[in-house]
């Protein structure tokens, strides 16, 4: 599901600071502001996916406890913001640093919220501040189908129904057909499904000749075995079309008195990396994305520690996260080479810690490649096309001559 953010070209600086400058803003590793101006006109993100924003700071003073904050004003929903920990600046050093910002997925996209929305980097310290403003346009995507609502017991006795009511939404801009509701519970090997119909965006639903709706309720009666043992379970709520083209999905927790449980597992984690190398640019940023499933019978909270980066900065986004039995999250881990970086490989490793335990350590590598190397690829190609272009005048030239020929010599023909 794509959720369009356009940027436009008027960025203002708010207020001045003489400690410290934002100098480049790059949001999910396209630069949008550099020396302070706009230099990108439209900006495209997926709804659900966050915002990696990496902001330098050029320091021109020697300055103590320095913090950037990111935030999105003028959503309905309020403001979406992030800020860094403290930090301080040296003059004539530059700064780069990491903040996550995430979309929400059900924001009402009425005309006037979307052409009023901002995004505010500000860099501050106790005596001075600077805030850069990017104007924001957000539309909606073609398919998303949202979970509102789910409303499940608190507690259920094994042996008995648990009844799942689930309110689901078209926040699309194209019609769903055949649309389902499921609630299931894996652990358990139990499920429910339901069939609600076709679900219109919200903007044929306020055609009043229209009979259908945008949004619909379904009721989902889940019998949970007699033997199932006491204790906390995950229950998966899913919306989807037949299709398969549009979907969405919310977990919950279900708690079962049952038997008593014996001797399990109260802990364990699962912990994947999407790619252990990278190839990343001097002074450019890299995103390295953990997945974090908690294996064990109760909650868990993890956090990501990196070590090695000596050739640059990193951040790991969010400092802390708290997953339930059978949930999953994901850790962003950001690298960015400094300008004196060699060139190559560089190794360094992430621990992620459950409850101050090391789950697993992964082995890292970032391939540092100087940053004019994407011009000189580029400048080759262009060589490349140009000589093909020059070849194919080259023989269009020698056929027209050809052709130019033939015809003299059968005009001269008829002459005689």
């Known amino acids: 599901m794509a959720l369009v953010l356009a940027a436009f070209t008027a960025v203002s600086t708010l207020a001045q600071s003489t400690e410290f400058n934002i ?23 997926e709804t659900g996916e966050n915002l990696f924003i990496t902001v330098k700071l050029d320091g021109l003073n020697d300055t103590e406890d320095v913090s950037i904050e990111a935030e999105i004003r003028g959503l309905e929903s309020g403001t979406i913001d992030a800020e860094t920990s403290l930090f301080d600046v040296k003059q004539g050093r530059t700064y780069a ?104 965006p919200l903007e044929d639903f306020e055609n009043e000749d229209n009979e259908l709706s945008d949004k619909a309720v379904a009721l989902l009666r889940l019998e949970i075995p007699a033997g199932t043992v006491s204790g906390d ?18 977990t919950a927790i279900l708690s079962v008195k049952g038997k008593t449980a014996a001797p399990v597992q109260t802990s364990g984690s699962a912990v994947a990396i999407d790619s252990s190398a990278k190839t990343v640019a001097k002074e450019q940023g890299v995103v390295y994305k953990v997945t974090v499933t908690n294996l064990g019978s109760s909650a868990q909270t993890y956090t990501a520690e990196v070590s090695g980066v000596d050739f640059g900065t990193y951040s790991a986004n969010p400092g802390i996260l708290t997953l339930a039995a059978g949930q999953s ?26 409850d101050g335990t090391v789950a697993k350590t992964l082995s890292l590598s970032a391939d540092v490649t100087d940053s004019s190397a994407g011009n000189d690829r580029l400048r080759q190609n262009l060589i490349v096309i140009a000589v093909i272009l020059i070849a194919i005048l080259i023989i269009l030239a020698i056929i027209i001559a050809v052709v130019t020929g033939r015809r003299r010599e059968e005009s001269e023909e008829r002459l005689y």
């Open 233 to 250: 379970y995950a229950l998966k709520i899913q919306v989807y079309s037949s299709d398969g083209v549009a979907k969405g999905e919310e």
């Open 329 to 354: 999250g994901e850790f962003n881990i950001f690298v960015s080479p400094a300008a004196t970086s060699t060139l190559g490989a560089h190794a360094f490793s992430v621990a992620v810690k459950a």
């Open 97 to 200: 640093k990491f903040l996550t910002l995430k979309i929400p997925a059900n924001a009402r996209l009425d005309q006037d919220l979307t052409d009023n929305l901002k995004l505010r980097i500000t860099a501050s310290s106790e005596d001075s501040d600077e805030k850069v403003d990017v104007l924001l346009t957000i539309d909606r995507v073609r398919h998303n189908l949202l979970v509102l609502d789910a409303q499940a017991p608190e507690s259920v006795n094994a042996g008995e129904t648990a009844v799942v009511e689930v309110a689901v939404r078209n926040r699309g801009t194209k019609i769903e057909e055949d649309v389902f509701v499921k609630a299931s519970i894996p652990e358990l090997g139990i499920s429910r499904q339901k069939f609600i119909g076709d679900l219109l």
């Open 23 to 45: 100098d480049e803003v790059v949001v999910n590793e396209v630069k949008v502001v550099e020396d302070g101006a706009a230099i990108l006109d439209r900006l495209t993100v």
